[in-house]
């Protein structure tokens, strides 16, 4: 994961070694703010470690189980209060010492200690700041100030609250993006492998979920990649192109710093320039009203709804296998699958990922609606909405992720099942090559046929009218009339023979297709590989 949250004494991103010390201090501010056994570090007290236990009194209050159960410590960290409220602080810093090199009066002394203080969030303090004068940002603003009274004429100096806030929020789901793009990489690597381990394997293929032609085990996993594929490439493209809202003042103008600088709109620009570059982003946005325009949100969310269509699919599938024993996801050896019935193994890790693929899907309405009603410039009925909708559809995403780990680390595949069920099947689906070598051998089409639909009829009335195996081929041995053939009835019924070129494609796909994009990412799934298998659980 990039943390921008490291101090910096240039315009510089900070660096991964800067990123994670200050993560980690952040992490313990979060624990501090949550277990009343660490104190603020505003009062000046020796911190102590917390019990990770969770007291009764929080359980007596509602828990997203979003956090409390499933999402993992990355996503739950950069959408926390610690992440967001730090963040906004190293905006409000990023901005002086970016004034000041442009030339306005604030002096070194006054940044060095809002820099000491980027951390030191006493929340209590903030808190009642906000039921005192009912808004966030300048709650906030004054909780800053009283730990650094030195600088507190010049903190949110000419911004307006969307300075913080809209930057802030680009901010976390730029870093979501990267902690979502990282696991995804990692599933569609395991998903690889399973792929090129099974690329031979015949299977039933289902139409309609009705026995069709066959296909292999590794060509279906290929269609599962490939829509992962373009998932990853989705992720990608919208958090290249998120823009930075910068440093644009009350409704966009960017009339409040112009006026600080007398009227030069070169530092102006200079200024929106440094800080959005100080801030890790490459360009920022020209045009917004207060607020970046809310249709970027919409981008956003379109691409993980999107992902959760790719995801319920994918495991309904693992479901619908798992019923035909045919796949089965990781089952532990002391996993129950169900409390009243012992010799169940239920696909629940599938199943959770469907469940979290159909919220995930129904999130995409929320930024839909938001945008359309941001009359003008700007109304604040965004807010509430997307403080909800945004984290939530981070944390799922990463959930899934998460869960999907796990599952393609161990898909279990039953090979003697999977060829019971073809040939349950591919007598059926071997007449027209019975035919054809009937015809060969000197017979007619015709006359064949009839004698190939009969022998059909009744093996298919044993099937479903008795429950009986399908012997439509020892009716074919036994009928003197394919007396010619009944030598190669084997090599007619070979399943390899049914499945055309699908390990050709999947050996084609993964070569030009999937390689590449895994070659790209070589470097974060060698840093990751350990890590993300301890998580997977």
Request: aromatic letters at 8%; glycine letters at 4%; charged letters at 25%.
């Amino acid at each position: 994961m990039s943390e921008y949250t490291g101090t910096t004494h240039d315009s510089r991103r900070p660096s991964q070694s800067e990123s994670v010390s200050i993560n980690q201090q952040d992490q313990q501010s979060l624990k501090a703010s949550r277990h009343p056994s660490i104190s603020n570090s505003s009062t000046g007290k020796d911190q102590t470690v917390a019990a990770t236990s969770i007291s009764y009194d929080d359980r007596s209050k509602y828990r997203s189980p979003l956090v409390s159960r499933y999402a993992s410590a990355e996503m739950s960290f950069n959408f926390s209060e610690v992440k967001k409220f730090t963040t906004w602080r190293r905006l409000w810093f990023w901005l002086a010492k970016c004034q000041k090199q442009l030339g306005l009066d604030i002096t070194d002394e006054q940044l060095d200690e809002m820099e000491k203080n980027l951390t030191n969030i006493d929340f209590d303090t903030a808190e009642a700041e906000e039921r005192r004068r009912r808004h966030d940002v300048m709650a906030h603003v004054h909780t800053f100030a009283r730990c650094c009274p030195k600088a507190s004429s010049i903190i949110h100096l000419g911004a307006t609250s969307a300075y913080v806030g809209d930057n802030a929020d680009l901010i976390v789901m730029r870093d979501g993006f990267e902690i979502l793009i990282s696991k995804l990489v990692r599933c569609i690597q395991r998903l690889t492998q399973f792929a090129q381990d099974y690329a031979c394997l015949p299977t039933l293929g289902y139409t309609h979920m009705q026995p069709a032609q066959l296909t292999t085990v590794g060509k279906r996993a290929c269609v599962w990649i490939q829509d992962l594929l373009m998932d990853l490439k989705n992720f990608e493209r919208v958090k290249r192109q998120l823009k930075f809202r910068g440093v644009k003042g009350t409704t966009g103008t960017q009339a409040s710093f112009l006026q600080l600088f007398n009227g030069d709109h070169s530092k102006v620009e200079e200024l929106d320039r440094m800080v959005t570059e100080m801030a890790g982003f490459s360009k920022a946005f020209i045009i917004c009203g207060q607020t970046y325009t809310r249709k970027l949100d919409v981008e956003v969310m379109t691409v993980l709804a999107s992902f959760g269509a790719t995801i319920h699919k994918m495991c309904t599938d693992i479901r619908l296998l798992a019923s035909l024993k045919e796949i089965e996801e990781p089952f532990e050896i002391e996993q129950i699958g169900s409390s009243a019935m012992p010799y169940k193994r239920n696909p629940m890790r599938c199943e959770r990922c469907c469940a979290m693929a159909r919220h995930l899907m129904t999130l995409i309405n929320d930024p839909l609606g938001t945008h359309s009603v941001q009359w003008m410039e700007r109304t604040l009925d965004d807010s509430a909405n997307k403080r909800i909708c945004i984290p939530e559809a981070f944390l799922t995403t990463d959930i899934i992720l998460f869960t999907l780990l796990n599952i393609t680390e161990g898909l279990v595949v039953y090979p003697k099942v999977i060829d019971k069920h073809i040939k349950q099947e591919l007598p059926f689906m071997a007449t027209e090559n019975i035919i054809m070598a009937m015809v060969s051998a000197g017979g007619n089409r015709q006359e064949c046929h009839e004698k190939i639909r009969t022998l059909s009829q009744k093996a298919a009335e044993r099937v479903k009218m008795d429950g009986l195996d399908n012997d439509l081929v020892e009716r074919v041995k036994a009928d003197p009339y394919f007396a010619p053939i009944v030598s190669k009835l084997d090599v007619l019924l070979d399943a390899k023979t049914f499945i055309g070129r699908a390990p050709e494609q999947v050996y084609e796909f993964i070569s030009r297709e999937v390689e590449p994009v895994l070659n790209n990412f070589a470097l974060v799934i060698a840093s990751n590989s350990s890590k993300l298998a301890e998580l997977a659980v």
